[in-house]
């Protein structure tokens, strides 16, 4: 089992990454984090990613062997088998883009490709607020688009954009997403207003058990979650704005692992001719 991978988290404004110890959901060394290029081609922020890679390898010992440690990479699209299919928050190039096939060129290292929001919600059941909750729970990260995560049973169920609700007549996000406050001048109590009703639309349909609420507001759950009336338990993410590194690098870990373990066929064991044909 790898100990170590590295996260990399790319948002609508920045991209952090880290080396993650995986037994305990801690990063080793320091966050790093710059400004999401502007337009956010592919090409660079593939380039981008390399750099922070690089100075992660230089800094930290345990992430430096790239045969044995990977790489996860949370982004804001829909990731079908490692290929980007949306981009709401990011430049187009990137629907229909082979991204693990690029990354895992450019970096050199066994690279996997996940939604951000399904990382971080990993990352959540696993170390933080949502160690032990069974049935289905949401974990919803507040940033400049909204990201969903649902959980059955502690099991992902991948890409499930409920930003992309529609809620009167347009993508729910558009109201409910942190940046909205921002954009729209609101003050947090008219802004929860706004969340609430994305909130409470998502219980009509999905009837979760919880709600766990991420991205950097989770900081300030005080400034909001009381005007809430959803009638869902509400949690702040735990994790806070690692959340999506620490997921990211377990997606890596896992999948490496699990290629590992996948029985090889011996070398010159190419099946016999069937002796009826
Ligand atoms: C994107 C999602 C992403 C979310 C949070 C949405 O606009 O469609 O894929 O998870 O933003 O970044």
Known sequence: ?????????????????????????????????????????????????????????????????????????????????????SAANIDPGWVDYAATFEFSRALARNVVVVNDADAAGVAEMRFGAGVGQLGSVFMLTLGTGLGSALFSDGKLVPNTELGHMEIRGRDAERRSASSARVRRGLSWKAWAADLDEHLIAIDRLFSPRLFILGGGVSKNPEKFVPFLTVKVPIVAAELRNDAGIVGAAMFAAERMDAAQAAPLEPPGAERAPDPAT
């Open 1 to 85: 089992m790898t100990d170590c991978a590295i996260g990399i988290d790319i948002g609508g404004s920045g991209i952090k990454a880290g080396a993650v110890d995986l037994r305990t959901g801690q990063l080793v060394g320091e966050r790093l984090r710059m400004a999401t290029p502007m337009p956010s081609t592919p090409q660079a922020v593939v380039s981008a990613a390399r750099r922070l890679v690089a100075r992660i390898a230089r800094a930290v010992p345990e992430a430096a062997d790239p045969a044995t440690v990977p790489v996860g990479i949370g982004i804001p699209s829909v990731v079908v088998d490692g290929i980007t299919k």
